[in-house]
């Protein structure tokens, strides 16, 4: 028998799963812990990053660097989205299409966004547009294949129903095909947020002097490596953060999947 | 209620032949049927799993082409699929992402009818059907009677002339089956629309049918034209009456008779698919 006051509360063990792995990077600093194949001789102490991030939350750096990086993201994640899903939906409902557009998109797929930098650059005329080019690069895959496959999953007894109710093409792609992929394009928008953040600092390598990004690229050049620290931090957060904000909303947008479910 | 305003569809078959597949794998699930069925007739097509019976509601219903003959619905042969021709299933299509009055809505949304009077037409033909009181709910969240009540509750909204049913009552406990019978023979005694009724269950198609078409196995052929004179409104002592166990015992020896080896079950689709594989 298993008592339920022997379970611990819900964020306890999380709590301190994180906690471990603080007080552990902090021994393996502060012992310059060097195993041969990973070394922690120049990793920053906890207590360095926080001075660091003490000293960008006081100066007047933080906000130009965050909305810098907010925007571009967004930019870029809500090019990738609008394609992403439209393609997606043509796609998935179109054999023809699938034919036409898969296989270009299929090649461009695996180029990792640090390759796409030069080319981003020759293509935009600004160097803003570029970064912009470079997450949206990040978010489109995940977005348009999640599309692609909620479409193809739809249950086909479904858009039979809605011809038999006298639905016409138009109205089974916006009240059938829409909705029954929803659940996996909410899927696909949540990879999407956070690898649309994992391309900031290739993107923010391009140019400028503001953005989260840029400020971890130039820690390194500057040979500031608490700053650098700072940055990742900083992106793990708001990637985590943003990718959460999505997830709400897809619940919230989609109220009878979780419903049933949970059945 | 308007849905008495329904007219009633006549079907006529000739030399009908419908193919299914692909390639090799093309086969022929219906050979060379004929029938007439006259308008406002309660028909039931009995038949092994397999015969081609779902096979011949999905060409009624626009869903799959004959190869050959004719099919025609009140004179005119079958274009695609219409809201006049109303399809129930036997596993509910209800859409998942609508309560149960927005599904039964649906045919009044695509042709354009305002919201105030689809909910109006919607919430009638709930109380048709005996649903009144579940108009919020989710289709998961209702019993398989119930999902098949809302499933017939958004077909009948469109008036439709010829009502198509696909073993609807199968995956059904026999207690409900039983109730969901006596439902359709009471909404068919005030609507008086066409049906054409697929079964396995030789209790239910003489329960339901003034004429039974009785399909022998692949490819199906119709092998029997039956006609079922019991006075109407029917009721449950129906089935103790000799007369019920003497339709009974021919039916069995009619497919006991044809009985072969056991086909896979086919859908008004066409051949069912398997689901597909989740990819990420």
Same mark, same amino acid.
């Given at each position: 028998?298993?008592?339920?006051? $022997? ?20 021994? %393996?600093?502060?012992? &310059? ?27 007047? &750096? ?93 249950? &086909? ?23 029954? %992929? ?76 979780? $419903?049933?479910?949970?059945? | ?39 406002? *007739? ?124 696909? *073993? ?10 039983? *109730? ?101």
């Amino acid at each position: 028998m298993r008592g339920t006051f $022997l379970q611990p509360p819900k964020f306890l063990i999380p709590g301190l799963s994180l906690i471990a792995c603080v007080i552990f990077w902090h021994l %393996a600093s502060t012992y &310059k812990l060097d195993l041969g194949l990973v070394s922690f001789v120049y990793v920053p102490s906890p207590y360095a990053v926080a001075v660091a991030a003490g000293e960008l939350v006081t100066s007047s &750096k933080l906000l130009p660097h965050l909305t810098s990086s907010l925007s571009r993201v967004f930019a870029g994640y809500g090019a990738a989205a609008l394609l992403g899903i439209g393609i997606g939906l043509f796609i998935g409902r179109w054999k023809l299409m699938e034919s036409v557009l898969l296989p270009p998109l299929e090649v461009l797929r695996p180029i990792p966004a640090v390759a796409w930098i030069p080319l981003a650059i020759l293509i935009f005329p600004s160097s803003e547009l570029s970064m912009i080019f470079i997450t949206f690069t990040g978010a489109l895959f995940p977005i348009l294949l999640n599309t692609i496959h909620g479409v193809e999953a739809v249950d &086909k007894r479904l858009v039979a129903s809605a011809r038999s109710l006298g639905a016409k093409p138009w109205a089974i792609l916006r009240e059938i095909i829409l909705p029954g %992929a929803a659940p996996s394009i909410i899927t696909g928008l949540t990879i999407g947020m956070g690898t649309s953040w994992f391309c900031l600092v290739t993107a923010e390598m391009i140019s400028g002097q503001w953005g989260i990004g840029y400020y971890t690229w130039e820690s390194y050049l500057i040979q500031r490596y608490p700053d650098i620290v700072v940055g990742m931090l900083l992106i793990g957060i708001l990637g985590m953060g943003s990718s959460f904000l999505i997830k709400v909303a897809g619940r919230f947008l989609i109220p009878w999947y979780h $419903l049933r479910r949970n059945v | 209620m308007n849905a008495a305003a329904s007219t009633s569809s006549a079907v006529s078959a000739s030399n009908l032949s419908i193919h299914l597949g692909h390639g090799a794998d093309r086969f022929e699930a219906v050979q060379n049927v004929q029938f007439n069925i006259r308008s406002g *007739e309660f028909i039931c097509i009995l038949g092994p799993s397999g015969c081609g019976k779902s096979t011949l509601l999905g060409a009624l219903a626009g869903h799959l082409q004959p190869s050959g003959g004719q099919l025609l619905v009140d004179g005119k042969p079958v274009g695609g699929p219409g809201p006049d021709r109303g399809m129930v299933f036997q596993q509910h299509t209800l859409f998942p992402w609508r309560n149960v009055i927005d599904n039964v809505a649906f045919g009044l949304k695509m042709r354009g009818v305002n919201r105030s009077q689809r909910l109006q037409q919607a919430h009638e033909i709930l109380q048709l059907v005996g649903l009144q009181g579940f108009e919020r709910r989710w289709p998961s969240q209702l019993s398989g009677g119930m999902q098949q009540r809302v499933e017939i509750a958004r077909v009948l909204i469109n008036h439709p002339s010829l009502l198509l049913m696909d *073993e609807p009552f199968g995956a059904l406990d026999a207690q409900c089956r039983m *109730e969901m019978q006596q439902l359709l023979l009471e909404i068919w005694g005030r609507i008086r629309t066409t049906v054409v009724f697929v079964t396995h269950d030789i209790d239910e198609a003489i329960f339901l049918a003034d004429r039974i078409l009785v399909m022998s196995p692949r490819p199906g052929r119709i092998i029997e034209d039956l006609r079922v004179d019991f006075a109407r409104p029917r009721d449950a002592e129906v089935v103790t009456t000799p007369e019920f166990m003497h339709l009974k015992r021919h039916c069995l020896e009619l497919l006991r008779h044809e009985q072969g080896r056991a086909l896979p079950r086919l859908s008004p689709l066409g051949i069912p698919t398997a689901e597909p594989q989740a990819i990420i």
